[in-house]
């Protein structure tokens, strides 16, 4: 349950279908689209080739790959700049139907620009290992806001002097785009109602970086081509949007539907019904009391009706009277564990690290220099899925581990890491394994415990592919820039793994850095991207280690984000945090519970900024199933206070919450 920085390695998409097949290609409608093949025909001349899109179409130039829109209101903006490579001579454009292709012979490129589904689809085939750096999107002097899929979702205006500063950590920052970012995709907002969608369907291999040029932001997004790691091929999608901040999350959502890509909570439900005790509850780590049946008790008496327990692997797991009483209750119970680490059991620091042999080293991640690839942290080493995945026919490490970690009855687990993207290339003759073979793996592991096991199955900061084993997400909530890995790791400022039973790195309030707290929570720049695609898929939270009290100065604000998302909170729970914060931890769940049961199995079908400082903020949850309006500003907005957010079920009386700071 550690932080951890997801490591920048390089990998493709692979979209789910409900039963977790793996399938290809492009083909969807897109905001403007029908999911109808336009009866408009890709025409080459010269050196320009126009695709027809849905609201428009697409020209590429074929001497640079630059990109630009021409909308069907006459509108017309940068798509791409060209491509930051020199690509050489382009060879004669050819048009077979709905595709032109023509190629770069001096960088062994092969390019097809296609019309599909209202989108123009962009795929590189490269003859040999090398880097491409395109699109470069956001150049456009008319574009406003970049939209960028960071924990739950930012909206960043480009021109902004801090967000184009060192201290708001994210020009000159880069991500993986099945690692670094929740969801493959990004978007641009343009003056005048106009915006695009980029999605990047082999996101493996694939890195968007943010570059700050002349007071604007941008992006630039590389890929590697590897024979290697299969990722010779490399496709994007270009869709036009109407430049909502959540355009490019409705865009993406419909991508995944065409491809099977989304399990609905309805679906999870159906198969496994103890899922549904998800809907209404918060999420708690415990400790100390919180773990026993006088704990449970406690909660009971508070009037909480609804929660997920976890409780971490440090040798106290919850007894099986705890477990029995809180399942009686309606809670869930899961245990931490973690079969990404492994250690020698003579001195590994934690319990879930430990394996039987031959587990550490045999199964251990190997480099190309064939030596060990040292754990998280520099403890052990990384296990290999595809180590574990050959032992367990006959060995069963994971069957036999997954038992004893359940024995106290728990109806629910928590894997970390496996849904957050971080995969490896196993160099090891013994089980070699590309990284798509590796998220493959992960796959089918979680799939495994969610439903041969039956298990209520949470993962870390889950990547969107990963949506069709999960059942909830722990982190994927938070945009989290580098800097907070190293406040993290200041243990004086932010606590550490004393004291046993109340460890001060998740109960020690802390009072985050301005730029810190401005680029993680300030309401002006958050936009519920993960929600508008997989909100009815997963349900999300912030991460474990910032719970909601370890950030006093922005309780309020993610109370209320909370609410206007129709999200859990996450906490951390002991005797003496119930004793400080119960009450109000009961009053905040007992307003959620009736607003998650309404729509938690519903999209959210709409998002709006109503002031124009940003902070009147309103979503609305499937056909108006549900509408949470929140004032994060200091002034009254139509009736609504400062500080509190109206709620309304099905078209009911509005119902207030105004959560008090702590």
Same mark, same amino acid.
């Given at each position: 349950m550690k932080a951890?920085?997801?490591?920048?390695?390089?990998?493709?998409?692979?979209?789910?279908?409900?039963?977790?097949?793996v399938i290809g290609v492009v083909g969807t409608a897109t905001a403007f689209g029908t999911g109808v093949r336009d009866s408009r025909h890709v025409e080459a001349h010269g050196n320009r080739v126009t695709v027809p899109v849905a609201g428009g179409r697409a020209v590429v130039d074929t001497t640079s790959l630059a990109v630009r829109a021409q909308a069907d209101d006459g509108h017309a903006w940068q798509l791409s700049a060209p491509a930051a490579n020199v690509l050489g001579p382009a060879g004669q454009v050819s048009v077979h139907g709905d595709q032109a292709t023509w190629g770069y012979p001096a960088k062994g490129l092969l390019v097809t620009a296609a019309a599909r589904d209202g989108r123009l689809a962009v795929t590189v085939h490269s003859a040999r290992k090398g880097t491409l750096t395109w699109p470069v999107t956001a150049t456009d002097q008319d574009t406003s806001d970049l939209q960028i899929?960071?924990?739950?979702?930012?909206?960043?205006?480009?021109?902004?002097?801090?967000?184009?500063?060192?201290?708001?950590?994210?020009?000159?920052?880069?991500?993986?785009?099945?690692?670094?970012?929740? &969801?493959?995709f990004w978007g641009t907002s343009l003056r005048g109602g106009h915006g695009a969608s980029y999605v990047a369907e082999s996101d493996i291999g694939t890195t968007l970086k943010f570059v700050s040029a002349d007071g604007r932001l941008h992006t630039e997004t590389e890929h590697a081509?590897?024979?290697?790691?299969?990722?010779?091929?490399?496709?994007?999608?270009f869709a036009l949007t109407d430049g909502s901040p959540v355009a490019a999350a409705r865009d993406y959502r419909a991508?995944?539907?065409?491809?099977?890509?989304?399990?609905?909570?309805?679906?999870?439900?159906?198969?496994?019904?103890?899922?549904?005790?998800?809907?209404?509850?918060?999420?708690?780590?415990?400790?100390g009391q919180a773990r026993t049946a006088q704990g449970i008790k406690r909660l009971r008496e508070l009037g909480i009706d609804r929660m997920w327990l976890g409780y971490d692997a440090d040798g106290s797991p919850m007894d099986r009277p705890a477990v029995s009483l809180a399942e009686r209750s309606g809670y869930l119970v899961g245990p931490y564990d973690s079969w990404a680490n492994a250690q020698d059991p003579a001195s590994a620091d934690t319990s879930v690290s430990r394996w039987p042999a031959p587990v550490w080293q045999d199964a251990c991640v190997r480099g190309a220099d064939g030596k060990v690839v040292t754990g998280f942290g520099g403890r052990g080493c990384y296990v290999s899925s595809e180590a574990l995945r050959r032992a367990e026919p006959s060995r069963h490490h994971l069957a036999d581990r997954t038992r004893e970690m359940t024995a106290n009855g728990a109806n629910s687990y928590f894997l970390d890491?496996?849904?957050?993207?971080?995969?490896?290339?196993?160099?090891?003759?013994?089980?070699? &394994?590309?990284?798509?073979?590796?998220?493959?793996?992960?796959?089918?592991? &979680?799939?495994?415990?969610s439903g041969d096991r039956k298990l209520v199955l949470g993962s870390e900061s889950a990547g969107s592919w990963a949506n069709g084993a999960l059942a909830f997400s722990h982190g994927s909530g938070t945009p989290v820039p580098d800097q907070l890995w190293k406040l993290e790791r200041d243990r004086a400022t932010w606590g550490g793994y004393a004291p046993a039973g109340a460890p001060g790195i998740f109960f020690k309030p802390v009072r985050l850095p301005a730029d810190l707290a401005r680029a993680m929570y300030d309401p002006r720049y958050r936009v519920p991207l993960y929600q508008t695609v997989l909100h009815d898929s997963v349900i999300s939270t912030e991460r474990w280690e910032l719970s909601w009290s370890k950030l006093p100065d922005q309780s309020r604000t993610r109370a209320l984000l909370a609410m206007l998302y129709n999200v859990p909170l996450n906490l951390v729970l002991d005797k003496a945090e119930l004793d400080a914060h119960g009450k109000q931890i009961a009053r905040l769940q007992k307003y959620f519970e009736p607003l998650h049961k309404a729509a938690a199995t519903q999209p959210m079908t709409d998002f709006r900024r109503l002031t124009p400082d940003l902070l009147v903020q309103r979503t609305t949850f499937g056909d108006g199933v549900l509408t949470v309006t929140a004032n994060f500003s200091t002034r009254t907005y139509g009736g609504l206070p400062a500080g509190c957010a109206d709620a309304v079920v099905g078209g009911g009386t509005a119902q207030r919450l105004c959560p008090a700071a702590l």
């Amino acid at each position: 349950m550690k932080a951890r920085k997801i490591n920048k390695t390089k990998k493709k998409f692979v979209a789910l279908s409900a039963a977790l097949t793996v399938i290809g290609v492009v083909g969807t409608a897109t905001a403007f689209g029908t999911g109808v093949r336009d009866s408009r025909h890709v025409e080459a001349h010269g050196n320009r080739v126009t695709v027809p899109v849905a609201g428009g179409r697409a020209v590429v130039d074929t001497t640079s790959l630059a990109v630009r829109a021409q909308a069907d209101d006459g509108h017309a903006w940068q798509l791409s700049a060209p491509a930051a490579n020199v690509l050489g001579p382009a060879g004669q454009v050819s048009v077979h139907g709905d595709q032109a292709t023509w190629g770069y012979p001096a960088k062994g490129l092969l390019v097809t620009a296609a019309a599909r589904d209202g989108r123009l689809a962009v795929t590189v085939h490269s003859a040999r290992k090398g880097t491409l750096t395109w699109p470069v999107t956001a150049t456009d002097q008319d574009t406003s806001d970049l939209q960028i899929p960071r924990g739950e979702g930012l909206s960043v205006p480009v021109t902004d002097r801090w967000w184009n500063s060192a201290g708001a950590g994210l020009a000159g920052s880069e991500a993986g785009l099945s690692d670094g970012l929740t &969801m493959p995709f990004w978007g641009t907002s343009l003056r005048g109602g106009h915006g695009a969608s980029y999605v990047a369907e082999s996101d493996i291999g694939t890195t968007l970086k943010f570059v700050s040029a002349d007071g604007r932001l941008h992006t630039e997004t590389e890929h590697a081509f590897s024979p290697s790691e299969d990722t010779l091929d490399y496709t994007l999608t270009f869709a036009l949007t109407d430049g909502s901040p959540v355009a490019a999350a409705r865009d993406y959502r419909a991508w995944l539907q065409s491809h099977g890509g989304i399990t609905t909570l309805r679906q999870k439900i159906a198969r496994n019904p103890a899922v549904g005790r998800l809907v209404g509850a918060f999420h708690a780590y415990t400790w100390g009391q919180a773990r026993t049946a006088q704990g449970i008790k406690r909660l009971r008496e508070l009037g909480i009706d609804r929660m997920w327990l976890g409780y971490d692997a440090d040798g106290s797991p919850m007894d099986r009277p705890a477990v029995s009483l809180a399942e009686r209750s309606g809670y869930l119970v899961g245990p931490y564990d973690s079969w990404a680490n492994a250690q020698d059991p003579a001195s590994a620091d934690t319990s879930v690290s430990r394996w039987p042999a031959p587990v550490w080293q045999d199964a251990c991640v190997r480099g190309a220099d064939g030596k060990v690839v040292t754990g998280f942290g520099g403890r052990g080493c990384y296990v290999s899925s595809e180590a574990l995945r050959r032992a367990e026919p006959s060995r069963h490490h994971l069957a036999d581990r997954t038992r004893e970690m359940t024995a106290n009855g728990a109806n629910s687990y928590f894997l970390d890491v496996d849904a957050a993207g971080e995969l490896f290339t196993d160099h090891s003759p013994a089980h070699p &394994m590309t990284q798509a073979q590796d998220r493959q793996n992960r796959l089918r592991r &979680m799939a495994w415990l969610s439903g041969d096991r039956k298990l209520v199955l949470g993962s870390e900061s889950a990547g969107s592919w990963a949506n069709g084993a999960l059942a909830f997400s722990h982190g994927s909530g938070t945009p989290v820039p580098d800097q907070l890995w190293k406040l993290e790791r200041d243990r004086a400022t932010w606590g550490g793994y004393a004291p046993a039973g109340a460890p001060g790195i998740f109960f020690k309030p802390v009072r985050l850095p301005a730029d810190l707290a401005r680029a993680m929570y300030d309401p002006r720049y958050r936009v519920p991207l993960y929600q508008t695609v997989l909100h009815d898929s997963v349900i999300s939270t912030e991460r474990w280690e910032l719970s909601w009290s370890k950030l006093p100065d922005q309780s309020r604000t993610r109370a209320l984000l909370a609410m206007l998302y129709n999200v859990p909170l996450n906490l951390v729970l002991d005797k003496a945090e119930l004793d400080a914060h119960g009450k109000q931890i009961a009053r905040l769940q007992k307003y959620f519970e009736p607003l998650h049961k309404a729509a938690a199995t519903q999209p959210m079908t709409d998002f709006r900024r109503l002031t124009p400082d940003l902070l009147v903020q309103r979503t609305t949850f499937g056909d108006g199933v549900l509408t949470v309006t929140a004032n994060f500003s200091t002034r009254t907005y139509g009736g609504l206070p400062a500080g509190c957010a109206d709620a309304v079920v099905g078209g009911g009386t509005a119902q207030r919450l105004c959560p008090a700071a702590l």
